[in-house]
């Protein structure tokens, strides 16, 4: 059975020039440990391939329970020099949500 990352997460979006940062946050501590095991860099370059151009950075932040997905060329240029509708990459901590994992 598969379970999308919104029914077990909340993310959060920032940015600095082209690089994406989306961070992936349990709603509870006991789902840390599965989202380790299955949220990986590859299956988030994969998932958001269409947006990411460059690579994909996980850290790993147990203290707090949480993973940072740091994602280059991201941003179509940068906040200054883009056109797309969304420069700062905000709407795409939702487009990370949308992955499925097992449950």
Same mark, same amino acid.
């Given at each position: 059975?598969?379970?999308?990352?919104?029914?077990?997460?909340?993310?959060?979006?920032?940015?600095?020039?082209?690089?994406?940062?989306? =961070? *992936?946050?349990?709603?509870? &501590?006991?789902?840390?440990?599965?989202? @380790?095991?299955?949220?990986? +860099?590859?299956?988030?370059?994969?998932?958001?391939?269409?947006?990411?151009?460059?690579?994909?950075?996980?850290?790993?932040?147990?203290?707090?329970? =949480? *993973?940072?997905?740091?994602? &280059?060329?991201?941003?179509?240029?940068? @906040?200054?020099?883009?056109? +797309?509708?969304?420069?700062?990459?905000?709407?795409?901590?939702?487009?990370?949500?949308?992955?499925?994992?097992?449950?």
């Amino acid at each position: 059975m598969k379970t999308k990352l919104h029914d077990l997460a909340h993310s959060r979006a920032g940015d600095k020039g082209n690089t994406l940062m989306l =961070s *992936l946050i349990p709603y509870e &501590e006991k789902d840390y440990a599965s989202l @380790v095991e299955q949220v990986s +860099a590859e299956k988030v370059k994969e998932h958001l391939q269409s947006i990411v151009k460059g690579k994909v950075i996980r850290y790993e932040l147990p203290r707090i329970s =949480s *993973l940072l997905f740091v994602c &280059e060329e991201a941003l179509c240029g940068g @906040v200054t020099t883009s056109l +797309a509708l969304d420069p700062h990459g905000k709407t795409l901590s939702f487009s990370l949500l949308e992955m499925e994992i097992d449950s």
